[in-house]
C-alpha cells in the first residue's frame, strides 16, 4: 500500500512539474520568489532538480519511518499527497475553467 502512495506522490510530483513547466511558457510567472530567483538564474533544471529532491526526500522518509512508526509513515505520506494534488488540481482547474488563476495558487513546492 505504501508503494502505491509513493508512486502517486511521484505522478503527482511530475504532473506539477509538466503543468509548471507549460504555465511558465505560456507566460505565467512563478509566485514563489525563490524558486522564482532560482528559475531566473538556472532556468528550469533548477525546478526539476527540486522536484527530484522533494520527491526522494519524502520517499527515503516514508520508507524509514515506516520501520519504526508505520501509521506516521502512512500518514505523512497522505498529507505529501493531499497537499500536492490539493495545490496542483486547483491550479489547474482555475487555468482550466477561467484561462487564468490568481497569483497565490501558482507557488510551486
Known sequence: ???IGIGLF???NIGDLVSTYVALGG?????????RALLARYGFAAL???KVGVIATVGVGVLLLRRSHPR?????LAVC???GRTRTGLRECKIAVLGTFDEADWAVG
Not at 507566460?27 to 524558486?35: D, H, I, S, V, W
Not at 506516521?72 to 505523512?76: D, F, I, M, S
Open 48 to 50: 526539476i532538480l527540486y
Open 27 to 35: 507566460g505565467f510567472r512563478e509566485g514563489n520568489p525563490l524558486m
Open 10 to 12: 511521484v505522478v503527482l
Open 81 to 83: 499527497i493531499r497537499r
Open 72 to 76: 506516521l509513515a502512512q500518514v505523512t
Open 1 to 3: 500500500m505504501l508503494a
